[in-house]
């Protein structure tokens, strides 16, 4: 038997490292699609952890709320709408969040469309639809913040995909392949952009939201064969998200690129 020993003069000495804290504190963030669901609640995880925040969306009413709840927790923010169809409309935020901050260290692109149809009922009009605001959505958001990015001295960038670019779900034809070619495209980018920016991705599993409250309300079938499927029991609370887009975020994960993290409690490694 081989003994495997460590020599004396080990050039590993832990004297020699500095631990790096995971956080977000000092840094200034553009979440698109943060006025609601999971991206609202990314973006007041960010503020809540010392980051400044501009959460923004299509809807005027949506914005000055987010707004307002992230001035309650401390973050210098702006008003503004945005629609990543509109590439001029991603141009103005990124203008403004620098006339603001001087720059941007973070994007979550957040934003989502969905279309409950069949591979063979979806018609051309919701595949484009999901497809633009989900998939072409995240390329206009990379294309229009990586370089300044990289200009100021680079940053991360954070995609939302979902569990459904994995897994067969019913009914999600549209929504599965935007969200699958959200996986493919944030690899691509981690390649390209580096070494000044990072680009990651988070697959959520099954967490309630308002929009889905109902749908996974406890007593539902629904509800209770997630629960079944799922190692740990229960569906999330989108607030068990903010901890991934913290660490993608930080100088903690300073080599960390291409990655999907998935968060869903085990469900996408269980077998019924």
Known sequence: MKTFMIPDESPLRMEDYSHTPVTVSGKRAIVVGGTSGIGQALALGLAADGADVIATSRSEDKVDETATLLEDR???????????????????????????????????????????????????????????????????????FAPAMAEDGGGSIINISSLSARLSMANLPAYSAAKGGVEAFTRASAKELAPDVRVNAIAPGFFITPQNADTYAEGTEKRARIDKRTPLGRVGEREELIGAAIYLSSDAASFVTGEVLTVDGGFATSAL
């Open 74 to 144: 401390g973050a210098e923010t702006a008003r503004i709408t945005c629609d990543v169809t509109d590439r001029d409309s991603l141009e103005l935020v990124r203008e403004r969040a620098e006339e603001l901050f001087g720059g941007v260290d973070i994007v979550v692109a957040s934003q989502g469309a969905i279309s409950r149809e069949t591979v063979l009922g979806v018609d051309d009009d919701d595949w484009e639809f999901v497809t633009d605001v989900a998939l072409d959505g995240v390329r206009r958001v990379t294309q229009t």
